[in-house]
């Protein structure tokens, strides 16, 4: 083989390689998670990632913390509609804009392409309170207005709307306590400083099956599967549900074949067992809703959420 030959050959492999690479890089995928490492969004991010890197597509899942989640969804929001870049949407997706000014509408400069999971709210009491239903924590705080008191991560967190959805459809006077997380509110009710607390399932299982908290409702509308001697807010008799949803959103104005590329990868990933065995670890319940109903769902809980925040007075600086 001559030696003009040779380094033609040699050229064409590193080409190859070269514009190989370069496609791969042209077409990975990042996955913005608007809140901090470590997180239970940022988990739910890279478990679902690592699934989605199975098929060969590359994933970058990019952590956006800031300003209760808009920094990374203002991001993704003005980023280029191209279907490459995502964003794990959640309730906050939702929540701050409804509770100060922000410079995107998520309804609008969005397109929600799917909800993956929901993650259950409870709300509990020591093992040793004396309530042992909702029924009978309300008949408490109405004898006694204000007396009782519900701690969750705060404030205008969803446990925080969950907290006051309660109240409202159970006509009750009870003190609102906000912690910086959801492991000081559990805390705080495990040692005695508050009544109930309105928390995120995965922040509590653990002391629910270990006996030292006791689980009054769910604020899911249908019961969790993994617990299911635990009963809804509506079979108690109270009027709301409301749980924890991870989604994905792509910014305005992408493609629709785009946004179908998207949907297929999350939903395949969704599909798969043993991305769902990992889910379940983390009490994340699969749920896979696409297209308008979705915009409907989302429109829907906006509006609950303006309502709750005004009649409770919930806002944020």
């Not at 809140?35 to 899942?61: H, P, W, Y």
């Not at 991560?153 to 609102?176: C, W």
């Amino acid at each position: 083989m001559s030696k003009i030959l040779r380094h033609a050959m040699i050229a064409a492999g590193l080409l190859a390689v070269s514009t190989t690479a370069g496609f791969a890089q042209a077409n990975r995928l990042t996955v913005v998670v608007p809140f901090a490492a470590g997180g239970g969004i940022d988990i739910f991010a890279r478990l679902v990632g690592e699934e989605i890197g199975k098929s060969g597509q590359t994933v970058i899942v990019e952590d956006r913390p800031g300003a209760s989640s808009m920094i990374g969804t203002e991001y993704v929001a003005r980023s280029k509609p191209d279907g490459l870049t995502v964003l794990i949407s959640s309730n906050s997706t939702l929540i701050t804009p409804r509770l100060k000014k922000t410079s995107i509408n998520p309804l609008t400069d969005l397109i929600a392409v799917c909800n993956l999971a929901e993650s259950p709210q409870v709300i509990a009491v020591n093992k040793t309170s004396p309530f042992k239903t909702l029924k009978e924590l309300v008949a408490a705080a109405k004898e006694k207005p204000g007396s009782l008191t519900i701690s969750s991560n705060g404030p205008a967190s969803t446990q925080h709307l969950v907290a006051e959805m309660f109240k409202r459809s159970a006509q009750i006077d009870m003190t609102y306590v906000p912690y910086n997380g959801g492991a000081p509110a559990v805390n705080a009710v495990l040692g005695g400083q508050v009544t109930a607390v309105a928390g995120n399932y995965s922040e509590v299982h653990g002391q629910i099956e270990g006996g030292e908290l006791r689980p009054l409702a769910t604020t899911m509308s249908k019961r969790i599967p993994s617990a299911p001697n635990i009963p809804t807010a509506r079979e108690e008799g109270f009027d709301f549900d409301i749980a924890s949803w991870h989604g994905v959103a792509v910014p305005a104005k992408t493609p629709a074949a785009d946004v179908e590329r998207v949907r297929d990868l999350f939903m395949t990933a969704l599909k798969s067992p043993e991305l769902q065995k990992k889910l379940a670890v983390h009490q994340y319940l699969p749920t896979g809703v696409c297209g308008p109903q979705l915009v409907d769902v989302m429109r829907e809980q906006s509006d609950t959420i303006g309502r709750i925040a005004e009649i409770a007075g919930i806002r944020l600086d």
